[in-house]
């Protein structure tokens, strides 16, 4: 497989005969297959992904500069976008992207799961009765300041 240009896309490989997955990033097998499952818990497809690789900046030394290493990660269904220039190796910056893309997606799926929750936990807040204590808490609040307003009424005239 040729080395991609600055700025194409380029797709994971398949796994490999055996069922195991072809080696693509330079860490752990145990990672990698880490990675898969998640992909697959939340539904994503490697080909839903489209991937850039344009130049990094930073720290990294001739490496950066000269070599396409940051990469630029996309979700075309939800359109979630995530830049990753870490470290000075593409390979790597290709699997924490998608680490990184992954950790967006859930945390945009629970954003709107726990909005629901919150919401739900209000309105059961305001239908629930109120002990015996915060109902005479609320009155005594009332009876003071009813005692309050009728102390700047004015005085009214017996005749």
Known sequence: MAA???????????DRADGKPARVFPV???KQHALAARMRALGVRED???EHFVRSGGKGGQNVNKVSTCVVLRHRPSGVMVKCQRERS???NRFLARRDLLDKLEARARGVADAALAERARIRRQKRRRSRRAKEKLLAAKRAQSE?????RA???EE
């Open 4 to 14: 991609p240009k600055s700025g194409s896309a380029r797709r994971w490989p398949a």
């Open 90 to 92: 593409q390979a790597l």
């Open 148 to 152: 309050k307003k009728a102390a700047r």
């Open 48 to 50: 839903e992904l489209e």
């Open 28 to 30: 752990s097998p145990e």
């Open 155 to 157: 005085p009214e005239i």
